[in-house]
């Protein structure tokens, strides 16, 4: 089955991608794979402030995922997978791509003004041509409707 892989995070552009990647996978029998990325804070003097704060990202994270996941079951009955994992940068998502089998395509958002984001940088330019797949950059201007029609 073709798959879709979308990285979300609270951003406008990743609730673009989103709803771009479900209509995609409704309309084609596909399946859609939702990854969070959690990143680390870094190093913080003290272990427990430390533990609190990426327990509280990861919670964000989840309840993000959650919310969406249940918006996406109601608007297209698709029920993705998920996956939320510490991380924050291309390997990462390399690193789910690789796990998926039939993926279709890697789904990123890219902000409607300014710099598209360092994801879309990333697999747009250098690494477009050594992916397992197709990368569909959707435009974070985009309103619901022109999505709806697009995909």
């Known amino acids: 089955m073709r798959t879709y892989l979308v990285v979300i995070d609270e951003t406008d552009e990743a ?3 989103l709803r771009f990647a479900s209509r995609r996978a409704m309309k084609t029998g596909g399946a859609l794979h939702i990854l969070a990325l959690v ?19 990861k919670n964000r994270a989840e ?32 690193r789910v791509m690789k796990k998926i089998d039939g993926l279709a ?7 409607a003004s300014g710099s598209p984001g360092p994801l879309v940088t990333h697999f747009a330019a250098s690494e477009a041509g050594s992916l397992p797949c197709p990368v569909m950059v959707v435009p974070g ?4 409707e022109e999505i709806d029609r697009l995909s």
Not at 39 to 57: N, R
Not at 141 to 144: D, R, T
Request: avoid cysteine.
């Open 15 to 17: 609730s673009v991608a």
């Open 141 to 144: 201007s985009l309103s619901k």
């Open 39 to 57: 990143e680390s804070e870094g190093f913080v003097a003290w272990g427990g402030v430390q533990a609190t704060l990426e327990e509280e990202a």
């Open 105 to 111: 395509a890697l789904v990123l958002g890219a902000a």
């Open 63 to 94: 309840a993000l995922v959650s919310s969406a996941a249940g918006t996406l079951f109601d608007e297209t009955g698709i029920r993705p997978s998920i996956t939320v994992k510490e991380g924050k940068g291309p390997d990462d998502v390399r």
